[in-house]
């Protein structure tokens, strides 16, 4: 059984030069083919065998080292979104992994959630240490369009070698930060214990032929058995995007990872209604040469994995990116149309709870956001692929009158439709998006917590605040009705509105004035020196000069302000409030 192309998609943080190095690994085409067209038509690009010993050949590759597969097909969306597009049932299609970081630069946001998505779907990877030019006092290797990292090192002055190396450990530690070791490639003893790092340049060519061997080796030695399609068997693949093209209407982009297509099989793919089925009109693939706007593609009959096609047939207009796709093979398909439609509506289903409303490009990515949002506890109400839309911000706002924080919508990579911004703005409906999918679940939980935090400063401002204070001597200015006389706070903070209590629990009546220096206040801190106005207390008789006396707060209260405050409580408010709670009978909460 013959080895089929490894399917590689390449990860990492935007900026960093992932479109780049899939433009330098489209270059390496020895007959200069202008594969760039590829990327805005297909999603996909073969690089043949062929032309990866050519890249190669001015390496010294490994003893005995015989090619077996035959070429690479690389998937041209750049960034883990394309990861997630590539869905199959059990995980994703793709086999192997570039993830891309500027060695200038470090780990970033998107690096750390490639890796999580790597680690999750257990894809073998290897780390693309790009921008090696940037490092001050490099010298990049003239008159070649793809050379050797190892003899461009060989050429850097001392100095400019040893940054590199620091450089390379310094990526080497975050990944140890996920459990994962690894070491530059050339140093490497063992492959499967270790992640390869692999200095490159995308902008100068150079490492590029180290790297394409890489991962050609690893895939033919270590994913052989993976890489054995049934290429007489019926298709399966995935669809990456759903599109309009002139003259043929609606499309849907392919990558076939197992099996054949040919025109006028049957397809099953899946919609917002659970499965469908379509006849294929036509399979196109993207020509190496096109010489116009209308010469892009070639018609052919059939095309065996793995490859990135274009179909079109009636009937594709509901079909959704992510979904698995697969060739009727003339057999009952009963199973397999349940399977997809299991999918698809598990992935939709909404829920009876109060939860977020989740929009995403494509069903995979929205079964990356359901799971990570489960992790977190997020209940999600309703989820949907496309546009966030008027109806889904009506919907957040009907959640949000019964459970205030789960009233917003969470959009992944798509926008948001003017009518839907219009209608949030109106209803107060909070509308989350990123391109990041970790990032979209953190700003929402940095949300939550700041809105708590919120509450609860304002149910603080209620609530009576922790104060121990003392009953001035010769400061009794009247004896009732209301009692007013001079205190000075001992701990804690006075606040206008409180009741009064002895040591002993009873409470002698309720601050109805405070002043100082003959102007009317609020509160009043520890050290200060004030006079108060309390009904109900009686001069002589509820309280005596000299006296001590504390701010009435019950238990509940107590742990409410607690809460309120956490760790912001200054320490004389809550030493005060320990003695409180204590002359209730309650401990600190």
Same mark, same amino acid.
């Given at each position: 059984?013959?080895?089929?192309q490894?399917?590689?998609?390449?990860?990492?943080?935007?900026?960093?030069?992932?479109?780049?190095?899939?433009?330098?690994?489209?270059?390496?085409?020895?007959?200069?083919?202008?594969?760039? =067209?590829?990327?805005?038509h297909?999603?996909?690009?073969?690089?043949?065998?062929?032309?990866?010993?050519? =890249?190669?050949?001015?390496?010294?590759?490994?003893?005995?080292?015989?090619?077996?597969?035959?070429?690479? &097909?690389?998937?041209?969306?750049?960034?883990?979104?394309s990861?997630?597009?590539?869905?199959?049932?059990?995980?994703?299609?793709a086999?192997?992994?570039?993830?891309?970081?500027?060695?200038?630069?470090?780990?970033?946001?998107?690096?750390?959630? /490639?890796?999580?998505?790597?680690?999750?779907?257990?894809?073998?990877?290897v780390?693309?240490?790009?921008?090696?030019? &940037?490092?001050?006092?490099?010298?990049?290797?003239?008159?070649?369009?793809?050379?050797?990292?190892?003899?461009s090192?060989?050429?850097?002055?001392?100095?400019?070698?040893?940054?590199?190396?620091? &450089?390379?450990?310094?990526? =080497?530690?975050?990944?140890?930060?996920f459990g994962?070791?690894?070491?530059?490639?050339?140093?490497?003893?063992?492959?499967?214990?270790?992640?390869?790092?692999?200095?490159?340049?995308?902008?100068?060519?150079?490492?590029?032929?180290?790297?394409?061997?890489?991962?050609?080796?690893? /895939?033919?030695?270590?994913?052989?058995?993976?890489?054995?399609?049934?290429?007489?068997?019926?298709?399966?693949?995935?669809?990456?995007?759903?599109?309009?093209?002139?003259?043929?209407?609606?499309?849907?982009?392919?990558?076939?990872?197992?099996?054949?297509?040919?025109?006028?099989?049957?397809?099953?793919?899946?919609?917002?209604?659970?499965?469908?089925?379509?006849?294929?009109?036509?399979?196109?693939?993207?020509?190496?040469?096109?010489?116009?706007?209308?010469?892009?593609?070639?018609?052919v009959?059939?095309?065996?994995?793995?490859?990135?096609?274009?179909?079109?047939?009636?009937?594709?207009?509901s079909?959704?990116?992510?979904?698995?796709?697969?060739?009727?093979?003339?057999?009952?398909?009963?199973?397999?149309l349940?399977?997809?439609?299991?999918?698809?509506?598990?992935i939709?289903?909404?829920?009876?709870?109060?939860?977020?409303?989740?929009?995403?490009?494509?069903?995979?990515?929205?079964?990356?956001?359901?799971?990570?949002?489960?992790?977190?506890?997020?209940?999600?109400?309703?989820?949907?692929?496309?546009?966030?839309?008027?109806?889904?911000?009506?919907?957040?706002?009907?959640?949000?009158?019964?459970?205030?924080?789960?009233?917003?919508? &969470?959009?992944?990579?798509?926008?948001?439709?003017?009518?839907?911004?219009?209608?949030?703005?109106?209803?107060?409906?909070?509308?989350?998006?990123?391109?990041?999918?970790?990032?979209?679940?953190?700003?929402?939980?940095?949300?939550?917590?700041?809105?708590?935090?919120?509450?609860?400063?304002?149910?603080?401002?209620?609530?009576?605040?922790?104060?121990?204070?003392?009953?001035?001597?010769?400061?009794?200015?009247?004896a009732?009705?209301?009692?007013?006389?001079?205190?000075?706070?001992?701990?804690?903070?006075?606040?206008?509105?409180?009741?009064?209590?002895?040591?002993?629990?009873?409470?002698?009546?309720?601050?109805?004035?405070?002043?100082?220096?003959?102007?009317?206040?609020?509160?009043?801190?520890?050290?200060?020196?004030?006079?108060?106005?309390?009904?109900?207390?009686?001069?002589?008789?509820?309280?005596?000069?000299?006296?001590?006396?504390?701010?009435?707060?019950? =238990?509940?209260?107590?742990?409410?302000?607690?809460?309120?405050?956490?760790?912001?409580?200054?320490?004389?408010?809550?030493?005060?409030?320990?003695?409180?709670?204590?002359?209730?009978?309650?401990?600190?909460?």
């Amino acid at each position: 059984m013959p080895l089929r192309q490894p399917i590689v998609v390449v990860m990492g943080h935007v900026d960093h030069g992932k479109t780049s190095l899939l433009d330098a690994i489209r270059s390496t085409n020895i007959a200069k083919k202008e594969a760039g =067209a590829i990327t805005q038509h297909i999603g996909a690009s073969e690089v043949p065998i062929q032309d990866i010993r050519q =890249a190669c050949s001015q390496i010294a590759l490994p003893k005995n080292m015989q090619f077996s597969i035959p070429g690479l &097909l690389f998937i041209d969306t750049p960034g883990h979104e394309s990861f997630t597009h590539l869905r199959q049932r059990g995980g994703s299609i793709a086999d192997i992994a570039i993830l891309v970081v500027d060695i200038t630069q470090g780990f970033q946001p998107q690096t750390d959630e /490639s890796i999580r998505i790597l680690k999750e779907y257990r894809t073998p990877f290897v780390l693309a240490a790009n921008k090696i030019d &940037l490092i001050s006092g490099w010298r990049a290797q003239a008159g070649t369009e793809s050379c050797s990292i190892l003899s461009s090192i060989a050429s850097q002055r001392p100095e400019v070698q040893a940054r590199l190396d620091e &450089l390379i450990y310094m990526i =080497a530690a975050k990944l140890s930060e996920f459990g994962i070791s690894s070491e530059r490639f050339d140093r490497i003893s063992d492959f499967t214990k270790q992640v390869a790092i692999i200095p490159i340049s995308a902008k100068t060519g150079e490492g590029m032929p180290e790297l394409l061997l890489t991962i050609a080796g690893l /895939s033919q030695k270590f994913l052989e058995k993976d890489l054995r399609a049934q290429v007489g068997g019926p298709g399966k693949g995935t669809i990456l995007e759903v599109k309009e093209e002139k003259g043929l209407g609606t499309t849907i982009d392919v990558i076939l990872y197992d099996g054949t297509l040919r025109k006028n099989d049957g397809i099953i793919f899946g919609t917002l209604e659970g499965a469908a089925k379509a006849k294929v009109r036509g399979i196109l693939k993207p020509k190496l040469k096109p010489t116009g706007e209308g010469d892009r593609y070639e018609y052919v009959d059939e095309v065996s994995a793995a490859a990135g096609v274009k179909i079109y047939a009636p009937g594709l207009e509901s079909a959704l990116a992510g979904s698995p796709l697969m060739v009727e093979d003339g057999s009952d398909k009963t199973d397999e149309l349940g399977e997809i439609s299991a999918l698809v509506k598990g992935i939709l289903a909404e829920s009876e709870k109060n939860g977020v409303i989740l929009k995403a490009d494509t069903l995979g990515s929205l079964e990356a956001l359901r799971k990570l949002l489960a992790s977190n506890g997020i209940e999600v109400k309703k989820a949907g692929i496309g546009k966030v839309t008027k109806k889904d911000v009506v919907d957040a706002s009907v959640v949000k009158a019964s459970a205030p924080l789960c009233g917003v919508v &969470l959009s992944f990579s798509v926008p948001a439709a003017p009518e839907a911004e219009e209608e949030a703005a109106k209803s107060g409906v909070k509308i989350f998006s990123s391109n990041v999918i970790y990032s979209l679940c953190e700003d929402y939980l940095a949300w939550v917590a700041e809105e708590k935090k919120k509450s609860l400063q304002k149910a603080s401002e209620k609530l009576p605040s922790p104060a121990k204070i003392l009953a001035v001597a010769g400061c009794i200015f009247r004896a009732s009705k209301p009692a007013i006389f001079g205190v000075e706070v001992l701990l804690g903070r006075l606040k206008k509105g409180s009741r009064l209590m002895k040591p002993d629990g009873e409470i002698i009546g309720e601050i109805r004035e405070m002043q100082k220096e003959g102007k009317g206040i609020s509160e009043a801190k520890k050290g200060e020196r004030l006079a108060i106005s309390v009904e109900g207390a009686v001069c002589g008789k509820s309280f005596s000069e000299g006296d001590v006396l504390y701010s009435y707060i019950t =238990a509940k209260e107590g742990a409410e302000l607690l809460e309120a405050a956490k760790d912001s409580m200054p320490e004389d408010e809550r030493q005060a409030l320990s003695e409180i709670l204590a002359i209730t009978d309650r401990k600190m909460i």
